[in-house]
């Protein structure tokens, strides 16, 4: 029962920590706490999430490189501000009402615009589909620019209702919430696996009957459908919607989100998105200017060095004893070992040494050294005669 | 009358972009590998030819430095960041070149601030023929290119170096068993990738005299969609890829209806011929072993 409970803890507590602070922000908000910056800083952390939670669904787990998820976001900003706008000059007006049907539309939009690039992506795979999915960041950006200024504004932009901001960061944390179950929920089924089993080696998952291609869409579409859903929550946040906003660097920016939390790790993520959102918005008022830079610079690092620590074939052995892993549990070791004297540790170190396992390569082995040494007298003798 | 005007500067674009998509294949072929970095080496090209040009005022100077120095960086930045990699996954490899792309963009930034800087290397006017008013620069961007494009060909068949780099980009292991050094290859790659990504640089700043930190992404991926659409790996689909992606643009931009839809049309034949030939027109198609 009690490993039960730890494996349930283990696997819930996003859900809980995010929950927590879901209610804690609302209970803040209502007993006036939270000023404005801070409520800013709140929906810009739930969109950060977003993001880097649906492009780690590509990255870390499809294993393909995605550079077009500022694309996505920028489609999901434009529609789902376009059909908000549209439904605020209606009976409905800016309720929630409103902001949950344009979140929709938003979403759907952008994944069908996912299913779309997934397309190609049947075909292409690596740095093609890195390089397609950029150009259709690209393609989506002068689109937008070049509309007119009666559909999306055109380069000015185009211009949403706000919503009212004191409600908005608590549906950033529920959508954060509902994305966690869904995408955890298909990480943690059979689709999951068989999604992770592409990224280690699609010629065996395609061996072993997996749909690749229906596996690659459905990564694709969701990741779309999410961003896209930042997008809108975006475009809520802000009186105006500008495509020069989702440019190749935004899709960088949530990379090293992603890359930063850790491939694969959704808690990373949500973890990284967080810590780097906080502290750009309070870096943005000490560094102005061409100084903000110093911000990419550090990404740029961030990127290069973890990246390099993480896969480069030379640093295996010194990834195995120093993560953070080892670094755990040695900390806990540590205590346990205080207790015990030295003189149990050799008594450990004896029954350690009792072998366990039969080693069936090393009988084997043996075999074919007694038939060598069995064959040579005879070829000895056949020789001699 | 105009249309020859129009398809000789879509030749000599398709020119610059020819020359920096063989720094592309050429590292794709052998180190197997997408060099993002490779347009911000034409940023770094711009900026040592702003630099040098407004100290000494000699342009051939600046020139000669700005190639040195390009060289140098190339095959700094393959020792510090993609060698650590080799062997590792090649999404790892990627996104290592995205950060030392992005690196050496906000570096820029910060050393010469966001705001473009206007570099003259030589004022070249035009040439008339009756009615026919043609650039100077469009002329000698096309000579310059096609002879090193012509140069690099020969020396890839006819040298030791250039048949080891063949050997290299067909089969890594079977080379180095023939007694190639393959770290000396994939630098030597490096090398001349970067040398004529600084040329290029030096022809960009002959028709548009300004420089942003961004200066280098846009001809950068531009020549990139050049590459995969000649098939990537391939030495004379990176400079037919260059050349139909140079007059495309030309054309396209020469016509006020879609000229802001250039970049657009040029990403969508990319993403078209990708669909009808997975490899490009002249890639080879290579099957995975297991």
């Given amino acids: ?385 | 009358m105009s249309f020859i005007v129009t398809f000789l500067n879509g030749l000599s674009l398709g020119g610059v972009y020819a020359l920096i998509a063989l720094g592309y294949t050429m590292v794709y072929g052998i180190a197997k590998m997408l060099n993002f970095a490779h347009g911000d080496i034409i940023m770094v090209g711009g900026y040592v030819l702003f630099v040098f040009i407004s100290l000494t005022g000699q342009p051939i100077l600046a020139i000669i430095i700005a190639a040195f120095l390009c060289s140098l960086l190339g095959i700094s930045m393959e020792k510090a960041a993609y060698k650590p990699l080799r062997g590792a996954s090649p999404l790892a490899v990627l996104i290592t070149a995205i950060g030392v792309s992005y690196f050496l963009q906000s570096l820029a930034q910060i050393i010469f601030g966001a705001a473009p800087k206007f570099v003259i290397i030589a004022d070249l006017g035009v040439i008339t023929f009756g009615e026919l008013v043609i650039p100077v620069y469009s002329v000698i961007t096309l000579a310059i290119s096609i002879l090193i494009m012509i140069a690099l060909s020969l020396f890839i068949k006819f040298t030791k170096t250039g048949r080891a780099m063949i050997a290299v980009s067909e089969d890594k292991a079977a080379a180095q068993i023939m007694g190639i050094n393959v770290n000396t290859i994939i630098t030597v790659t490096f090398l001349i990738g970067s040398f004529l990504a600084a040329v290029a640089s030096v022809f960009y700043l002959l028709k548009a005299p300004n420089i942003s930190p961004t200066f280098g992404s846009k001809p950068g991926i531009k020549a990139f969609t050049a590459a995969v659409i000649g098939g990537i790996g391939s030495i004379p689909g990176a400079m037919l890829g260059g050349f139909l992606l140079g007059i495309v643009e030309v054309f396209s931009n020469s016509v006020p209806a879609i000229a802001p839809y250039t970049d657009a049309i040029e990403f969508l034949i990319l993403i078209v011929i990708l669909l009808v030939r997975p490899t490009g027109i002249l890639g080879k198609k290579r099957r995975e072993k297991v």
């Fill in chain 1, 1 to 385: 029962m009690k490993d039960k409970s730890k494996f349930k803890l283990k696997h819930f507590i996003n859900y809980i920590v995010i929950g927590a602070a879901t209610i804690i922000f609302t209970i803040l908000n209502f007993t006036g706490v939270l000023g404005l910056s801070e409520q800013f800083l709140l929906e810009k952390i739930t969109i950060a999430i977003i993001l880097a939670v649906s492009l780690g669904l590509v990255v870390g787990f499809l294993g393909e490189l995605s550079l077009g998820h500022a694309g996505f976001m920028c489609i999901g900003a434009y529609i789902g501000g376009k059909i908000s706008a549209l439904l605020s000059s209606s009976s409905l007006g800016t309720g929630l009402p409103n902001l949950l049907i344009s979140i929709i539309v938003g979403g759907i939009a952008a994944a069908i615009a996912g299913v779309a690039i997934g397309l190609p992506a049947l075909r292409l795979k690596g740095d093609y589909l890195a390089i397609v999915t950029l150009a259709f960041g690209e393609i989506v950006k002068t689109l937008f620019l070049n509309s007119s200024d009666e559909s999306f504004g055109g380069p000015i932009g185009l211009e949403t209702p706000r919503y009212d901001r004191n409600h908005l960061f608590i549906i950033g944390f529920v959508l954060v919430l509902v994305m966690l179950a869904i995408i955890q929920n298909i990480i943690r089924s059979k689709h999951g696996r068989a999604i992770t089993s592409i990224r280690d080696s699609e010629i065996a998952a395609r061996a072993t009957g997996i749909n690749v291609t229906r596996y690659k869409l459905l990564v694709f579409a969701l990741s779309a459908f999410f961003a896209g859903i930042a997008g809108v929550l975006y475009s809520f946040s802000n009186y105006r919607v500008q495509c020069t906003k989702f440019d190749y660097n935004y899709s960088i920016e949530i990379l090293v989100m992603v890359v930063l939390g850790g491939m694969g790790s959704v808690n990373g993520s949500i973890l990284s998105a967080t810590l780097i959102t906080f502290l750009q918005v309070q870096l943005a008022s000490i560094l102005t200017g061409d100084l903000a830079v110093l911000q990419n610079i550090f990404y740029a690092l961030v990127l290069i060095l973890i990246v390099i620590y993480n896969n480069a074939p030379a640093l295996k052995g010194f990834r195995e004893t120093h993560n953070l892993k080892t670094f755990f549990s040695k900390l806990f070791k540590k205590k346990k070992e205080d207790v015990d004297p030295s003189l149990v540790k050799d008594d450990e170190a004896k029954w350690n040494r009792i072998p366990t396992k039969i080693n069936m390569d090393e009988l084997l082995s043996m075999d074919v050294k007694v038939t060598e040494s069995t064959m040579k007298p005879d070829k000895d003798k056949g020789g001699s005669s």
